[in-house]
Nanobody, 117 residues
């Protein structure tokens, strides 16, 4: 059982990145999926989450209008489209699989996003 996040990198402020999270060893079809971020010295915080069907999404206030979460269950993959990036978005980003109650059972390794000013 593994979640593999990818797509991070170095980008200038105002730029875009698309993160991917691919599952192996299990199917994502029945799981809510979430993206979280953790900056150095700060606690991990939720960024976006999406229901198992993809019909419902929720975004933290600090990314509303800029980030979009989506999923392709046929590819067993969840995405985070990040637009209008800001230096304060710099963090390690993690994907996780869980339930609608907000309990996440499976976590991937982070992918680093660095936004330069």
């Amino acid at each position: 059982v593994q979640l593999q996040a990818s797509g991070g990198g170095l980008v200038q402020a105002g730029g875009s990145l698309r993160l991917s999270c691919e599952a192996s060893g299990f199917t994502l079809d029945y799981y809510w999926m979430g993206w979280f971020c953790q900056a150095p010295g700060k606690e991990r915080e939720g960024v976006s989450c999406i229901s198992s069907s993809g019909g419902n999404t929720y975004n933290a206030d600090f990314v509303k209008g800029r980030f979009t979460i989506s999923r392709d269950n046929a590819k067993n993959t969840v995405y985070l489209q990040m637009n209008s990036l800001k230096p304060e978005d710099t963090a390690a980003y993690y994907c996780a699989a869980g339930s609608r109650t907000g309990s996440y059972q499976y976590w991937g390794r982070g992918t680093q996003v660095t936004v330069s000013s």
